[in-house]
């Protein structure tokens, strides 16, 4: 029997977060061949060896060469969302990378583009969007909403049937108690505890976690 050969993808985004994404493709079975990464910042010439072919304008004729996955490994919920969209029109599928060091229940839902790192559990039926990232051993329970976009950073602890919304960031070692919704684009401190719901666009800090701002900044 013919073996197939493994299919080309490029990412998009070359800093931290592509590091970790590139060891998880890496591992991937069947493997992918890594044609290489676009990155707005061509330099440095490669990350982990992978080499930097250049900026994402160049997409579109690595689509023309045949390439036709792509993972956006950004960790910033905004850009990541704006250039998945763009990376989806030129005609990229949208991948996953998922450590095989993570854990999924077979009832949970996995949307395109998702990032779930190494130690990460996701629970029975648990629902989790397009484009988010789970990221090194954060906790998702059962029936947990996970919105388009956001980011639950490493160590968060997520109980049952709370709902996060799009674009949402919940900062390092952050809790959430069960049920409570987190609004699009909030952020959540790190090492907070959510106690209450908290609204779009707002930021929540400490334990109890209390709203500091209703403008969201800094990092996601
Ligand atoms: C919540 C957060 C986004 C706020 O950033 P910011 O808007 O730049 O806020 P500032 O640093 O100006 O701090 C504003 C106030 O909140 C307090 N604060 C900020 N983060 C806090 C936190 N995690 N817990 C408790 N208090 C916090 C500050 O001490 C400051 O208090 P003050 O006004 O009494 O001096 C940021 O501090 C944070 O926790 N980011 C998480 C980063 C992270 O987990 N990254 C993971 C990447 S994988």
Do not use: Y
């Amino acid at each position: 029997m013919a073996e197939t050969l493994p299919r080309r993808l490029v990412v998009v985004g070359g800093g931290g977060h592509a590091k970790v994404i590139l060891e998880i493709l890496r591992a991937a079975s069947p493997p992918w061949d890594i044609v290489g990464i676009v990155d707005a910042d061509p330099d440095p010439r490669s990350v982990l060896g992978v080499p930097v072919l250049g900026r994402d304008s160049l997409l579109p004729s690595l689509r023309a060469e045949g390439v036709n996955a792509a993972f956006v490994a950004i960790g910033e919920n905004e850009l990541r969302q704006k250039l998945a969209i763009s990376t989806q029109d030129l005609g990229f599928e949208l991948v996953n990378a998922i450590s095989p060091a993570a854990t999924l229940s077979p009832s949970a839902r996995l949307g395109r583009g998702v990032a779930i790192m190494a130690g990460a559990v996701i629970n029975a039926a648990a629902d989790i969007g397009d484009l988010s990232i789970i990221n090194t051993g954060a906790l998702i329970d059962h029936d947990v909403q996970v919105g388009e976009a956001a980011h639950i950073a490493p160590g968060c602890a997520i109980a049952g049937n709370v709902a996060i919304g799009e674009r949402a960031f919940i900062g390092v070692g952050a809790t959430v108690l069960p049920g409570i919704s987190i609004g699009e684009d909030a952020m959540i401190g790190a090492a907070a505890c959510v106690i209450h719901d908290i609204a779009a666009r707002t930021t929540a800090v400490g334990v109890p976690a209390r709203v500091i701002s209703n403008v969201p900044k800094g990092p996601r």
